[in-house]
Nanobody, 123 residues
Framework: QVQLVESGGGLVQAGGSLRLSCVAS????????MGWFRQAPGKEREFVAY???????YYADFVKGRFTISRDNGKKTVHLQMNSLTPEDTAVYYCAGSLRSAASTVPNSYTDWGQGTQVTVAS
């Protein structure tokens, strides 16, 4: 098992940046594919990005060129650098881990979840 705790959310103006962090505890962190998801008010949880065990990344189309996911296995941490934020990015952002052999954009594929961190982008 791995425990995940997100941080770094907050209020930012449109066009601004935030860097989210997710700190994991547990000996299996390096074995996990790590993903970021978000859930806006009135909407279902949606995929944002994932980073594989070998650090290969994949992004949802709506964040390509703006967001960057990274991981530091030594610190058991995954980050999401978010630039050029818009009000549509307002959501609770969650990090999640998966032990599956293949990465997925589907929330149900991830077995471990953080508590979420609120990102609010003002127009």
């Amino acid at each position: 098992q791995v425990q995940l705790v997100e941080s770094g959310g907050g209020l930012v103006q449109a066009g601004g940046s935030l860097r989210l962090s997710c700190v994991a505890s547990g000996y299996t962190f390096s074995n996990y594919i790590m993903g970021w998801f978000r859930q806006a008010p009135g909407k279902e949880r949606e995929f944002v990005a994932y980073i594989h065990r070998n650090s290969i990344t994949y992004y949802a189309d709506f964040v390509k060129g703006r967001f960057t996911i990274s991981r530091d296995n030594g610190k058991k941490t995954v980050h999401l650098q978010m630039n050029s934020l818009t009000p549509e990015d307002t959501a609770v952002y969650y990090c999640a881990g998966s032990l599956r052999s293949a990465a997925s954009t589907v929330p149900n594929s991830y077995t471990d979840w953080g508590q979420g961190t609120q990102v609010t982008v003002a127009s």
